[in-house]
């Protein structure tokens, strides 16, 4: 997952870099409206985290520059301004999400996923992940190869929602509400053993931990 990160507050900047770095993100940044479209006429995007209180060009006049050519990837307004006419300029010229200063930075990254997720879902049928792996959206089945793996239906629910957010990891309680189990007693125990058959069946590091936080693919 690349995103293009725009902030002239070095402060802010550096913490949102190091915050997606950690969660395994790539991350560009810009801290000026012209930067910020040099970067993104040079670069493929999955996200754009974009602030309005820019130097040089305004962050309006850049999200209206990028909608130009471009009316699929997520913008995600990020801003001190309060005022409700530059939330609506910002969401009329073609910003997908509005998120205002101070913010919790969790609260972002979930924002974030949740706008790539449905962009996935929209741009393609199926993903393409290390070994091979392919995970067909539209059928729900799960490919190694061109060969089909057999999957219970919630290994193929946690796989493809690991998936969808490749490169992003997913807690356990997450992975679990995905498939229906939230209620368990014991959520911990209930997704490893999951993850394990799930990765029985799987190339070897297909499914990876980052412990402490959760399960990633790539």
């Known amino acids: 997952m690349r995103l293009l990160i725009v902030e002239d507050d070095k402060i802010i900047r550096s913490s949102l870099v190091?915050?997606?770095?950690?969660?395994?993100?790539?991350?560009?940044c810009a801290c000026d409206g012209e930067?910020?479209?040099?970067?993104?006429?040079?670069?493929?995007?999955?996200?754009?985290?974009?602030?309005l209180n820019l130097p040089k060009i305004d962050g309006l006049d850049v999200l209206l520059e990028i909608r130009k050519e471009n009316?699929?990837?997520?913008?995600?307004?990020?801003?001190a301004r309060s005022e409700v006419e530059?939330?609506?300029?910002?969401?009329?010229?073609?910003?997908?999400?509005?998120l205002s200063k101070p913010f919790h930075f969790l609260e972002l990254?979930?924002?974030?996923?949740?706008?790539?997720?449905r962009k996935f879902i929209t741009a393609a049928s199926t993903i393409a992940l290390k070994n091979?792996?392919?995970?067909?959206?539209t059928k729900k089945m799960c490919?190694?190869?061109a060969s089909e793996l057999i999957l219970t239906s919630k290994e193929y629910g946690i796989l493809e929602y690991l998936s969808l957010h490749a490169g992003s990891p997913i807690s356990?309680?997450?992975?679990?509400?995905?498939?229906?189990?939230?209620?368990?007693?014991?959520l911990s125990s209930s997704i490893k053993v999951h993850i394990s058959s799930l990765r029985k069946k799987l190339p070897e590091d297909t499914i990876k931990t980052l412990r402490g936080i959760g399960y990633y693919v790539e």
């Open 109 to 117: 990254e979930a924002r974030i996923r949740a706008l790539t997720t």
């Open 35 to 51: 930067e910020a479209l040099d970067c993104y006429y040079q670069a493929t995007y999955d996200a754009i985290i974009l602030d």
């Open 18 to 28: 190091a915050g997606f770095k950690k969660l395994k993100y790539s991350c560009d």
């Open 132 to 137: 091979g792996i392919i995970v067909d959206l």
């Open 143 to 145: 490919f190694k190869n």
């Open 71 to 79: 009316l699929e990837i997520p913008v995600l307004v990020l801003s």
């Open 172 to 186: 356990a309680e997450e992975l679990l509400e995905h498939i229906g189990d939230i209620n368990t007693n014991e």
């Open 86 to 98: 530059d939330i609506i300029k910002g969401l009329n010229i073609g910003a997908n999400d509005y």
